[in-house]
């Protein structure tokens, strides 16, 4: 992040679990997810798989489409696919964001009717904020401030 703006980056959909979700990982890769870690091995028995929107289906800066996008996916899944989700020990939409300098405020909305569907498929919201690096502020915006 280089131009010290504040936005938003992306929702990684991390699930945690000690079963095999191989088959849950080609489901939703299926529908256009894309698994960017498998079976990170984070403790004895739990492993961390990570899921973002596939690249090519990624909106405009849009979180509520995105996240949109996710719980369709969950939505649409098949019984044995569907039990090994509801079989994690956690699913957590994490939602991040670069936070630069500038605008003054950034503002994303969730509706109600999306934060029902999340809560009805069994996830949690995370979010992370990445921080910038006063490095990498312009000395022309620094000045502005």
Not at 87 to 95: A, H, M, N, T, V
Request: contains cysteine; charged residues 30%.
């Amino acid at each position: 992040m280089e131009d010290g703006i504040t936005r938003y980056r992306v929702t990684d959909v991390v699930l945690f679990s000690a079963g095999d979700l191989t088959a849950l990982a080609t489901a939703l890769e299926a529908r256009g997810m894309a698994v960017t870690q498998r079976a990170l091995d984070i403790a004895e028995t739990d492993r961390m798989w990570v899921f973002q929107v596939g690249c090519e289906q990624l909106p405009d800066d849009d979180l509520e489409e995105e996240l949109a996008m996710f719980v369709a996916a969950v939505e649409s899944l098949e019984s044995p696919e569907r039990a090994a989700w509801a079989s994690c020990s956690k699913r957590e939409f994490d939602i991040a964001f670069d936070c630069g300098i500038k605008p003054g405020s950034v503002r994303h909305e969730l509706s109600a009717g999306l934060l029902s569907r999340l809560v009805a498929v069994g996830g949690s919201l995370k979010f992370t904020l990445y921080s910038l690096d006063p490095r990498e502020i312009p000395p022309d915006d620094v000045a502005a401030e």
